[in-house]
């Protein structure tokens, strides 16, 4: 297992309690394929540098984990058909 960084923007149309539900969902799918996170920061709603998706503002989150190499395509798959998930970026962490 390799460290990585994971940092995602949820739409501001999602809810505080709908918030917690994503980043709850994201973690899951991180423990189920046999994965470790080992801090969430919330960073909260801020604005966009442009607008993605018609949207201006976002609710920034950065996950570190620890995730199986064999894991990662699928994790990408589904934040990028997740429909509150408007942008992420993975970075594996040089230890």
Known sequence: ???????????????????????DAVKQFVVAGGGQVTNTDI????????????????YYVVLQAQI???????LERNLKLSEDVIRYLLVRLDT
């Open 1 to 23: 297992m390799r460290n990585y960084e994971l940092s995602f923007i949820v739409s501001p149309e999602v809810e505080e309690e709908a918030l917690e539900d994503t980043v």
């Open 43 to 58: 960073w909260g709603r801020r604005r966009l540098a442009y607008p993605i998706r018609k949207h201006t503002e976002g």
């Open 68 to 74: 199986p190499l064999e894991v990662l395509p699928e």
